[in-house]
């Protein structure tokens, strides 16, 4: 019961929550403006958060640059990612994304030298050292903490300035979006998602607005990688499994398509839902053991993949109007 | 040479399995539309089933996959009649079912997790006992397997080709409307495809089960996509294709390991193999190999 | 002098059959052309080539004397070739306002660069391009309706969307796909008045493929007739009308009907 009240826990679960509101805008950009079928988003946290590691780790590379360099090669995957879209109709590049996000998670499983394989980024340096990639990220984050400090006092512990720090840049990142989704260029991505043919016949290059699409998403994608890595510290291939798509898919569903800033509110409640489970400290859960309480989490979000494609296809926020002419 | 042909033999085992989970997921897509990402959860559901009887109650295998087939069937009509029917009822259209479907493979495998608990499981039959013809060494749970299997495939083959339901699956494929005007009863087609589909399903978890030494819960997630692999591979419209596209996929993942292919890929990347032949496929012709191309 | 499009000899297949076969014909600048033929003729399939949805597998088009055979759909437009569809694509959940203003050419705002660094210069075009498009939405008739979604708008109304959107890209040839077909005649003449009055005040060149020949024969200046996937008559409408080997193209010899329609589009 004293979580329930303890700062500390609501703040990561806000951090979380505002990591996957960033991972979810990349995904909206893709699928609820262009109307691309990615179900491999998570490839391209792995990508960004295994690349600032790497760099930092191996190359000695400074945080910064490296966490810049990190955003570059999402959106480099995320410009790869359109070349099989050129060809392929939206179901087949659906199951395609899947295959090469698993290609990517295998990928890092398996090639140890580089990435530590399944021990993640404790293996970095090798067997025999102890690596830290997040040292730079941890003074910025005290120096944060040190600001909040002046402000609100000694409510400002680490997870509280992580909390801030993260949810400072979902509220850029909605700054960014937002003329760039209201601008012509965000109606030629509406027009393909609507009929793609149509937009191609009116002389627009569609394989060029995809490719901005999916290399922009994917840099948000990366963006949360690196968020993801500075919050826990350690990460390893597990921490990429598809389930992560599918919950950005969830928090996309839940805002609506083409919904900006109902996308974190999305990822507050998924957040809630999730976390929320963990407060079930009354009968009949109380049977339960924590195994299994993760598995009725599950089940839970099932259901509500269900509800929503039956009651509410169209998100909280959505029109309903525009579901009704799909 | 005996490498090739040991290799082919494994890939038969695979191949077979996919073609048999394949068929499933195309006998769905075609008539309902539905692209089933819950199917991997059929599998395991079936898979579990056998488990029940065999591992649990200690009886023999055959009377666990005939319990397996009853099983996996009945889930797939129940869940129809709770799911699947009210949603087309709302006039849920292919990606609303879609999603539907991610919602109930969270739904299946967490209330199989839920069930049965996390731990790895192997039937009880004899996976030492092998054969070898002619330098190819086999064991009897793959033995048995590709007996199976390709006597269902075979089944299923002939099922569509030669009677009125094959006839009438295949109307309904091409197109719901004029199938019913042509007198098919659509209701109770749909019944009967899913009963057909959830003993695929169920079979084919079980023959999965049986060659892995051990499995658990995400036997069914982890065949998953090599089973869209195949059967986009294949062709989206045709389960012959489906079939098809899962026994050549399995050589091809098989094969590839072949020394004579280029020093042979890492048995590691296996898995994967699969999705590369899908993507190089689709560059290739769009269509699969069966399917039709598409229009404007 | 050479015309505005030139088509040679294309030939297309479909799973077997000849759906275009050794297509020849010419649209001369500032001239309305129709395009007629039975069922399965292959006149939609010769517009998906032209317009570059399809690639022929022999043969050449040349627009303004620039080939541009299997150049795709995009590059085609931006010619200055520009289509309209037998099935109409409205963008269905966005605004007819919408629709009209994502046709048009030039629009800094489409470059991401300019919406960050050059917002004033794109905001200005887009001003003038909302200008135009109430323009043109009004010479279709689609005013009152500026604001609501297109998939609300009805078959007929689509295909006026339609029009208005070949219009706003500033094109200089429009390939019109059955444009009367789902409209109400009175609707329907209205648009073959502006089509009309295009061609005289700009010099706009028409080609349409329409089912309705009383209408093809009074708007055209000149016919070309496809049957079995090539062109076997072309020239003013009254000596199309009288041709011989047009009239058995309709009907068939000994007056069978025409044969089947190709088995991927049957236009």
């Keep these: 019961m004293s979580q329930l009240l303890s700062l500390d826990f609501w703040s990561l679960v806000g951090a979380v929550s505002g990591i996957y509101a960033v991972f979810a805008l990349g995904l909206q950009l893709q699928f609820g403006y262009t109307g691309l079928l990615n179900f491999g ?3 391209s946290m792995a990508i960004g958060a295994y690349t600032m590691a790497i760099l930092v780790v191996k190359a000695h590379v400074p945080l910064w640059g490296a966490s810049l360099a990190a955003i570059g090669a999402g959106m480099l995957f995320g410009a790869a990612l359109s070349l099989p879209t050129l060809r392929l109709r939206a179901d087949y590049f659906a199951i395609t994304t899947i295959a090469i996000g698993e290609i990517v998670r295998y990928f890092a499983l398996n090639e140890q030298s580089l990435t530590g394989g399944p021990l993640g980024t404790s293996n970095l340096g090798g067997s025999t050292q102890v690596t830290e990639y997040n040292t730079d990220w941890l003074s910025f984050q005290s120096t944060v903490q040190g600001w909040l400090h002046d402000l609100v006092g000694h409510y400002a512990g680490t997870d509280f300035a992580m909390l801030v720090i993260v949810w400072v840049i979902v509220l850029l990142c909605l700054l960014v979006l937002t003329p760039m989704t209201r601008s012509p260029w965000g109606r030629v991505l509406r027009a393909i998602r609507e009929d793609e043919d149509a937009a191609a016949a009116l002389g627009k290059p569609v394989a060029w607005f995809k490719l901005q699409s ?3 998403g994917a840099g948000f994608g990366a963006m949360a990688g690196l968020l993801y890595a500075f919050e826990f510290q350690f990460f390893s291939p597990d921490d990429f499994d598809p389930l992560i798509t599918f919950y950005a898919w969830l928090i996309v569903l839940i805002a609506g398509a083409a919904r900006l800033w109902a996308v974190p509110i999305g990822a507050l409640i998924f957040g809630l839902i999730f976390s929320g489970t963990r407060f079930f400290n009354f009968k009949p859960f109380t049977y339960l053991d924590a195994a299994q309480l993760a598995y009725l989490r599950l089940m839970i979000i099932g259901a509500i993949l269900i509800a929503l494609m039956a009651w509410r296809p169209q998100g909280l926020f959505g029109k309903r109007e525009e579901m009704v002419l799909e | 040479m005996t490498e090739l042909l040991q290799l082919v033999v494994n890939g038969l085992v695979t191949g077979t399995i996919y073609a048999l989970g394949a068929a499933g997921i195309s006998l769905v897509f075609g008539p309902l539309r539905i692209v089933n990402f819950a199917q991997g959860d059929y599998l395991t559901f079936g898979a579990f089933a056998a488990a029940l009887v065999n591992i649990t109650w200690g009886r023999d295998m055959v009377l666990a996959t005939l319990f397996a087939l009853v099983a996996t069937a009945a889930l797939a009509v129940a869940i129809e009649f709770v799911l699947w029917r009210p949603m087309r009822r709302r006039g849920a259209k292919t990606m609303s079912l879609f999603i539907t479907s991610i919602g109930l493979a969270f739904i299946l495998r967490s209330s199989i997790l839920f069930v049965a608990g ?16 002619g330098g190819i060494r086999i064991s009897e749970p793959q033995l048995i397997s590709i007996t199976v299997a390709l006597t269902a495939i075979a089944a299923t083959a002939l099922l569509l080709a030669r009677t009125s339901f094959g006839r009438a699956i295949r109307a309904l494929a091409d197109s719901v409307e004029l199938a019913s005007v042509a007198g098919v009863d659509v209701d109770r087609m749909v019944i009967s495809i899913w009963i057909l589909v959830g003993m695929l399903a169920g079979l084919c978890g079980v023959l999965a089960g049986l060659v892995q030494s051990s499995f658990d819960a995400n036997l069914g997630f982890n065949l998953l996509l090599p089973l869209f692999a195949a059967v986009i591979v294949g062709g989206v419209g045709s389960p012959y294709g489906a079939l098809l596209g899962g026994l050549a996929l399995g050589q091809v993942q098989e094969l590839s390991t072949w020394s004579g292919f280029f020093g042979g890929v890492n048995p590691i990347w296996k898995p994967l193999i699969a999705f590369s032949v899908l993507v190089a496929v689709l560059l290739w012709r769009p269509q699969g190999l069966l399917g039709r191309a598409r229009t404007l | ?24 014909l010419d649209v001369e600048e500032g001239s309305i052309t129709g395009l007629i033929g039975p069922n399965g003729a292959g006149k939609t399939t010769l517009f ?3 317009s570059g949805f399809r690639k022929p597998e022999q043969g050449t088009v040349r627009f303004g ?20 569809f037998q099935h109409t694509k409205a963008l269905t959940r966005m605004s007819v306002l919408d629709n009209m203003m994502l046709a048009a050419p030039e629009q800094p705002g489409e470059r991401l660069s300019n919406v960050f660094l050059r917002p004033r210069r794109a905001r200005r075009r887009e001003r003038d391009v909302e200008v135009k498009a109430r323009e043109v939405l009004a010479v279709v008739r689609l005013e009152r309706h500026v604001d609501e979604y297109a998939g609300t708008l009805s078959g ?7 029009f208005g959107r070949a219009l706003m890209a500033e094109p200089r040839m429009v390939m019109l796909d059955e444009p009367m077909a789902g409209v109400n005649p009175t609707l329907g003449h ?5 089509v009309q009055e295009l061609r005289a005040a700009r010099g706009m060149t028409f080609l349409l493929i329409e089912h309705d020949l009383e209408v093809v024969m009074a708007v055209s200046d000149l016919i070309h007739v496809m049957s079995n996937g090539a062109v076997i008559a072309s020239g003013p409408p009254a000596a199309v009308r009288a041709s011989p080997d047009v009239i058995d193209a309709y009907l068939g010899k000994y007056g069978e009907p025409a044969a089947p329609a190709a088995p991927e589009e049957a236009s």
């Design chain 3, 65 to 84: 004397g620039v080939e541009i055979s299997g150049r795709s759909p995009d590059r085609v437009a931006r010619a200055g070739l520009v289509r309209t």
């Design chain 1, 214 to 216: 999916l290399a922009i």
């Design chain 3, 190 to 194: 209205e648009l073959l008045d502006r």
């Design chain 3, 1 to 24: 002098m050479s015309a505005l499009l030139e088509v040679r000899d294309v030939v297309k297949h479909y799973g077997g059959i000849a759906a275009v076969n050794r297509a020849t």
């Design chain 3, 48 to 50: 998906h080539i032209v």
């Design chain 2, 118 to 133: 996390n731990g790895e499981r192997s039937y009880r039959v004899d996976v030492f006992q092998s054969y070898s013809i």
């Design chain 1, 41 to 43: 988003h998570v490839a």
């Design chain 3, 156 to 162: 007929g109304q689509r295909k006026l969307l339609e």
